[in-house]
């Protein structure tokens, strides 16, 4: 699966996320684009999924349509999401084109 790490999702996540392809906005130099903007370039870049800690996406943007999925961690926190990693990976396994999850912990 390739995945968009937005800004604040803590890149070391990236080595527990075995058999993804990820890459930053940051990297890809989006890292100053709106939501909706990240939303389209990643999407047209053929990301599967949009991984952010930005709660208001949800109240922003509609993925009705969408050809990728977002999933949204509670906090930036690296210890605290590396604790909660399998819970990580099992949404990610979850998601689908077009939906939108938000994980508490």
């Known amino acids: 699966m390739r995945i968009l790490f937005d800004q604040g999702v803590p ?5 527990l996320l075995e ?6 906005a940051f990297e890809r130099s989006w890292s100053t684009r709106t939501n909706g903007e990240l939303l389209h370039a990643a999407e047209a870049a053929g990301f599967e999924v949009l991984l952010t800690t930005d709660k208001r996406l949800r109240f922003q ?9 977002v999933l ?4 930036t926190r690296w210890p605290d999401i590396r604790e909660h990693a399998g819970e990580v990976l099992a949404a990610l396994a979850r998601l689908t084109p077009g939906t939108l999850r938000e994980l508490a912990w």
Not at 11 to 15: A, K
């Open 11 to 15: 890149v070391p996540l990236r080595g």
């Open 72 to 75: 949204i961690l509670p906090t």
């Open 19 to 24: 058999g993804h392809a990820v890459e930053t």
């Open 61 to 69: 943007q509609s993925l009705a349509g969408r050809r990728l999925a």
